[in-house]
T-cell receptor, first 112, second 111 residues
Framework: KAGVTQTPRYLIKTRGQQVTLSCSPI?????VSWYQQTPGQGLQFLFE???????NKGNFPGRFSGRQFSNSRSEMNVSTLELGDSALYLCASSLDRAETQYFGPGTRLLVL | GEDVEQSLFLSVREGDSSVINCTYT??????LYWYKQEPGAGLQLLTYIFSNMDMKQDQRLTVLLNKKDKHLSLRIADTQTGDSAIYFC???????????FGKGTTLSVSS
């Protein structure tokens, strides 16, 4: 069974731009969560989607948003990029809510 | 809220056992997890333990859970150079869905 896939793998943007990252969960998994990893803050939870609805949200500004489609694929969007948004963005999928989460390879975003 | 703490570095010689420790504050997490991250990669699930278990063994990996002391450990037997990576322990806050991670322990294995 294929694992979690994320596209693109690398991205360079400039301040003020917006970006959309994509995540395809493991086949049959219905819950998708997003995490941000930075050297300073470590791994932080962004949000979780299940049945096309955001079910849980971390402590991030409204510039960070996401959505989930009927096939469980998910996208996250960051608007008005700031230098501090440079990070590895990880997507994780699980069969159902509160189940074991399996991570993708991440999208590395660099904001210049 | 949940707080998960780990020691930052561990250095061992090839063939030795490695023990990575983790303490947590929220005891309501149903499962506790260990993930491995190699350079430039995502997180790989290594193993997990149900909160009502004391120990779980999975090939070279042994997880010990002391709920009274809120202490979790991961023992890697016969450590190999390929085990060099960052290891994260994680739980969930109030048995919810968001994983709360420690800062990670960098394991360095020398031959």
């Amino acid at each position: 069974k294929a694992g979690v896939t994320q596209t693109p793998r690398y991205l360079i943007k400039t301040r003020g731009q917006q970006v959309t990252l994509s995540c395809s969960p493991i086949s049959g998994h219905r819950s998708v969560s997003w995490y941000q990893q930075t050297p300073g803050q470590g791994l932080q939870f962004l949000f979780e989607y299940f049945s096309e609805t955001q079910r849980n949200k971390g402590n991030f500004p409204g510039r960070f948003s996401g959505r989930q489609f009927s096939n469980s694929r998910s996208e996250m969007n960051v608007s008005t990029l700031e230098l501090g948004d440079s990070a590895l963005y990880l997507c994780a999928s699980s069969l159902d809510r509160a189940e074991t989460q399996y991570f993708g390879p991440g999208t590395r975003l660099l904001v210049l | 809220g949940e707080d998960v703490e780990q020691s930052l570095f561990l250095s061992v010689r090839e063939g030795d056992s490695s023990v990575i420790n983790c303490t947590y504050t929220d005891s309501s997490s149903t499962y506790l997890y260990w993930y491995k991250q190699e350079p430039g990669a995502g997180l790989q699930l290594l193993t997990y333990i149900f909160s009502n278990m004391d120990m779980k063994q999975d090939q070279r990996l042994t997880v010990l859970l002391n709920k009274k002391d809120k202490h979790l450990s991961l023992r890697i037997a016969d450590t190999q150079t390929g085990d060099s990576a960052i290891y994260f322990c994680a739980g969930t806050h109030q048995a919810g869905t968001a994983l709360i991670f420690g800062k990670g322990t960098t394991l360095s294995v020398s031959s």
